[in-house]
């Protein structure tokens, strides 16, 4: 009698944990953690970090931090990630440097502190990374929006739903560059500053020679939607 008692519980253990494993498992699916993460992070020495992350579906991670007004402060990490045992959190360890951890929740990442919790300062809204359309990127004769960034010898565009920067060529009467000077009050700010910008672009395909080169193709600016400086009211994860 005792055997059959300890043989049935031992099989609800069993069926327990594997329901349990179930559970979290189908949990992690039904919040389609897979995509591209935007947002604005806090800075102490600059106006805000303008953070992208993206997770895919191999467990592996790309991030891409730029501090806004410092020179030299763009900043790029690949690694990999792991789900924490509860399902609820991700642990991303670059191939460099130290681990973040972030709460997942629908369609968005929170960035947490050393001891894994979230932030109750009044920036604590600063932290959250939100999810872009799982459509893929398609240039038509729709918006687009991303970050628009000249200088000397850069002209760059990258949509806000993808990693890929491209070059981007200007209005024939170079009106976006001038949009572009005027919004950041030129020559006082630093150069290559990022603006989140609203395009209709085409693209025309990869180029071969030059700066543009160096790009994963080039897009030719077809209408200008809007033009803003980045700000946490206003950047790719809004």
């Given at each position: 009698m005792?055997k059959?008692?300890?043989?049935s519980?031992?099989?609800?253990?069993?069926?327990?944990?594997?329901?349990?494993?179930?559970?979290?498992?189908a949990?992690?699916?039904?919040?389609?953690?897979?995509?591209?993460?935007?947002?604005?992070?806090p800075c102490?020495?600059?106006?805000?970090i303008?953070?992208?992350i993206?997770l895919?579906?191999?467990?592996?991670?790309?991030?891409?931090?730029?501090?806004l007004?410092?020179?030299?402060?763009y900043f790029?990490?690949?690694?990999?990630?792991?789900?924490?045992?509860?399902?609820?959190?991700?642990?991303?360890?670059p191939?460099t440097?130290?681990?973040?951890m972030y709460a997942v929740e629908?369609?968005?990442?929170?960035?947490?502190?050393?001891?894994g919790?979230?932030?109750?300062?009044e920036?604590?809204?600063?932290?959250?990374?939100?999810k872009?359309a799982?459509?893929?990127v398609?240039?038509?004769?729709?918006?687009?929006k991303?970050?628009?960034?000249?200088?000397h010898?850069?002209?760059?565009?990258?949509?806000?739903?993808?990693?890929?920067t491209?070059?981007?060529?200007?209005?024939p009467?170079?009106?976006?560059?001038?949009?572009y000077?005027?919004?950041?009050?030129?020559?006082?700010?630093?150069?290559y500053?990022?603006?989140?910008?609203?395009l209709?672009?085409?693209?025309?395909?990869?180029?071969e020679?030059g700066f543009?080169?160096?790009?994963?193709?080039v897009?030719?600016?077809l209408k200008?939607?809007?033009?803003?400086?980045l700000?946490?009211?206003?950047?790719?994860?809004?």
């Amino acid at each position: 009698m005792k055997k059959i008692y300890l043989l049935s519980l031992s099989a609800a253990m069993i069926l327990w944990s594997c329901q349990t494993s179930q559970h979290d498992i189908a949990g992690k699916q039904r919040l389609h953690w897979q995509g591209i993460y935007n947002g604005f992070l806090p800075c102490a020495s600059c106006p805000g970090i303008v953070t992208t992350i993206k997770l895919n579906h191999n467990k592996t991670f790309a991030k891409t931090d730029l501090y806004l007004g410092e020179k030299g402060g763009y900043f790029s990490k690949q690694g990999t990630f792991s789900f924490t045992e509860d399902g609820k959190h991700i642990v991303i360890k670059p191939k460099t440097g130290g681990k973040t951890m972030y709460a997942v929740e629908e369609n968005r990442l929170i960035m947490l502190n050393e001891a894994g919790e979230k932030s109750t300062s009044e920036l604590a809204t600063m932290y959250k990374l939100n999810k872009a359309a799982d459509a893929e990127v398609v240039f038509s004769d729709k918006p687009i929006k991303g970050l628009l960034t000249f200088g000397h010898e850069v002209s760059t565009f990258r949509p806000c739903a993808s990693l890929t920067t491209y070059w981007l060529k200007d209005f024939p009467d170079g009106q976006l560059t001038k949009h572009y000077q005027q919004k950041l009050g030129l020559p006082s700010t630093p150069p290559y500053t990022p603006v989140l910008a609203e395009l209709v672009v085409k693209n025309t395909g990869k180029a071969e020679q030059g700066f543009a080169a160096q790009y994963a193709g080039v897009l030719q600016a077809l209408k200008l939607n809007s033009l803003e400086l980045l700000s946490p009211q206003n950047h790719c994860g809004k």
